[in-house]
């Protein structure tokens, strides 16, 4: 009797497995990882993406950083200048994760704002004494001190599609 609630005990598990093993997948969207930088808007902590850029240069620089592949795609290049945002990275001062090993990078117009678009104009921030850096969390930041003549700004023509993926009040 014991030997029989055994088998069947055995042979139920098994149908229950059997049967999990032929239940239809769960459907929706595929998922993927992407690394995400850090970075600040308006003061607040922020994460984004890399996904392409219009510099071949900068799309190794990008990939080799995040190891993650950042698609050259000079094509970017000819958004209007209408359509983009900025991202301000720093090519010297205080030392950090940014792209150039440097701050973290600085956005203006996060999701939610006029002005918003994930495709990025690239500002190139230098600081005319890197002694005396100090961390910006902003875009008014950064122009107060491009007025005060601590930094200068180029834009070296490079767009980046770098989406929001965390934002303060919201995420996708």
Same mark, same amino acid.
């Given at each position: 009797?014991?030997?029989?609630?055994?088998?069947?005990?055995?042979?139920?598990?098994?149908?229950?497995?059997?049967?999990? &093993?032929?239940? @239809?997948?769960?459907? %929706? @969207?595929?998922?993927?990882?992407? +690394?995400? /930088?850090?970075?600040?808007?308006? /003061?607040?902590?922020?994460?984004?993406?890399?996904?392409? $850029?219009?510099?071949?240069?900068?799309?190794?620089?990008?990939?080799?950083?995040?190891?993650?592949?950042?698609?050259?795609?000079?094509?970017?290049?000819? $958004? +209007?200048?209408?359509?983009? !945002?900025?991202?301000?990275?720093?090519?010297?001062?205080?030392? %950090?994760? *940014?792209?150039? %090993?440097?701050?973290?990078?600085?956005?203006?117009? @996060?999701? *939610?704002?006029?002005?918003?678009?994930?495709?990025?104009?690239?500002?190139?921030?230098?600081?005319?004494?890197? !002694?005396?850096?100090?961390?910006?969390?902003? $875009?008014?930041?950064?122009?107060?001190?491009?007025? !005060?003549?601590?930094?200068?700004?180029?834009? +070296? &023509? $490079?767009?980046?599609?770098? @989406?929001?993926?965390?934002?303060? &009040? &919201?995420?996708?």
């Amino acid at each position: 009797m014991k030997f029989n609630k055994f088998v069947l005990f055995v042979l139920a598990s098994l149908l229950v497995v059997i049967i999990a &093993g032929c239940a @239809p997948k769960a459907s %929706g @969207p595929a998922k993927v990882e992407l +690394p995400a /930088g850090k970075a600040f808007a308006e /003061g607040k902590e922020i994460f984004f993406v890399h996904t392409e $850029v219009s510099d071949p240069d900068i799309a190794k620089l990008l990939s080799d950083m995040m190891t993650s592949p950042v698609l050259y795609v000079p094509a970017l290049a000819n $958004v +209007p200048d209408e359509s983009l !945002a900025n991202v301000y990275v720093f090519a010297n001062g205080l030392e %950090g994760m *940014g792209p150039l %090993g440097f701050q973290a990078d600085v956005f203006d117009n @996060p999701p *939610g704002t006029d002005g918003y678009s994930p495709l990025r104009r690239l500002n190139v921030v230098s600081w005319a004494d890197p !002694a005396k850096a100090t961390m910006f969390t902003s $875009v008014d930041e950064i122009i107060a001190a491009q007025d !005060a003549g601590d930094v200068t700004i180029a834009q +070296p &023509g $490079v767009v980046v599609n770098m @989406p929001f993926v965390v934002w303060d &009040g &919201g995420q996708r």
